[in-house]
């Protein structure tokens, strides 16, 4: 398998009144193709900001972004023409992504006309053909997003961003609107999407539940760093980080029988402006010591796992 | 059992008027919330959660929301047909409600230790000096220094402006906190953080907690009692060990089916196909029946009793008992 998207000690940096605003802060990460990359962590952790910064929706500070092996930190227009096609996204919201005045067949056919190459007869086969594998009944054709639920604009978009036929999605938090009968439909259209079009997937959300499920491998995020970053079911049985753990025991589990044993953390997260050198976590973290005031590295504990903790393998008994 | 009904609401049924038709949110709903317990009232958008909350309080936007039938007991008294003088003195004072947004339930331009104290001047016998006393106890007791009431909202993060809407709805201690998703909007941190100060605080001031949630996992970390709405009707209502060990309505099965779990691997979730009926235009007999892997013609024609499947676990379906577990 080849690796289809890489970045290297990817920096984005935002200017504020108070200084310097850390959003991603030297990420480095690889995905392979056909694999799905869950990205975790609470509001304000950088992740939506890397979903965007690795579709050039941001620019990126510092480092580099490798695309199917090609360097393409800083494209050209064209370049960028061209990687538009193969990069899409799929936001959280979809009742403000969509274009309210544009009926659903228009919102999907528009990727086709700009993109295209493609006659009217085309565009609207291909249209059809879009709407028929998102599940889109045909009666939605001339439909307007506000006479629509919320999974069904959801279907809008998937759709819409499947026109060009991308290799690469970022998911945006794609499920967090919908209720959960719908978030589980929705979940599986992706994964079956993934199966029959060989996709990849960059999956940002805050759910860990839905995280865990449809993702291979996992990063969780704290401060626009990666703490932990490792495969889905070797995080969830052997978490490593001490803030990945508190994230994970706050979850409640909707089973009676499971007494949940909360790692309580206290305080909120920290200013992401001008932060100190050392863990980021530090401050809410129990474990914190003198040590943990220098700067952290990502490192290799167990095969294929990797933690930002100096501490990690004396807490873990490792 | 032995517990006393604090609130109880009987048969009631509300809708919205519209300039071209009649929304039919809630339709024939009983519920009981005992002294001391946490009822969780669990169910998807327009299942009509929020509605009973606004109906209990009396809060339905006018004039477009429209009690049909049904009553509403309290501590004795009626509700529905109480004085809106009485009323005002029951509201934030007895009966407190916590929003689900923070950003929005506070004022931007006021500080917060000022809301609370005027909530507290409203219902009790005090001076400002008292009800600013109390105001910072209320503070330090959900967590926050009492030297920031003199701060506005916008200098709170979403997690402690949650909490300064929880002080404020406990400031007069109600005997009914109704909390209509109050920690959808925080991260998973901050819910555990709220969560837990609810429990506390229930414990603390002896209130009971009606708890609107689309979370089964905040539910059973929170609640002795379980009420599963669709479509504006009660479908399932038990304990929280009769629901959760034996979930028997097929909706509630679905829901179950529908999320992905942190404690077992499954290769795929089981979602409930199709849609939430048009609230405008409601199918006469089971409202799951479209939706429903069990259903049978009769469904679609008969209005589902509710069967006591063991004492106090009801499920409102036809095939209740005799469709086999599961």
Redesign the interface.
Known sequence: MSTLLETKNLKVYFKTGRGMLHAVDDVSFKLEEGKILGLVG??GCGKSTLGRAVLHLLEPTAGQIFYDGKDITYPTRSELRKLRREMQIIFQDPYSSLNPRMSVSATISEPLKLHGGLDKKEIEERTKALMETVGLAERFWGAYPHEL???RRQRIGIARALALNPRFIVCDEPVSAL???????I??LL?DLREQRNLTYMFIT?D???V???SDEIMVMYLGQVVEKTIS?EL?SNTLHPYSK?????????????K?Q?I??EG??TSPIEPEPGCRFMVRCPYATEACTQPQVLEEIRPNHFVSCCRCREINHL | MGKQNLLEIKDLVVEYQTDDAIIHAVNGVDLVVKEGETLGLVGETGAGKTTIARTILRILPKPQGIVRQGGIFFEGAELLSLHEKAMRKLRGNKIAMVFQDPMTALNPIERVGDQIAEAILLHNNMTKGEAIKRAQEMLEMVGIPGMRYVEYPHQFSGGMKQRVVIAMALACNPKLLLADEPTTALDVTIQAQVLRLINDLKEKVKASVLLITHDLGVVANTCQSVAVIYAGEIVEYGTAEQVFLNPSHPYTQGLFDSIPKLNSTEPRLKPIPGLMPDPTNLPVGCKFAERCRYAIEECKQQIPPNVELEPGHQVKCLLAGSRGEK
């Open positions: 609470e509001s639920d919320g999974g209720d959960v009968s719908i978030q589980a439909q979940l599986n994964l805050h860990l539940s839905v865990k499920y449809i079911d969830f508190a994230l994970l025991s706050a979850i409640p589990i909707p089973d009676i029988r499971f949940s909360l309580p953390i909120e997260i």
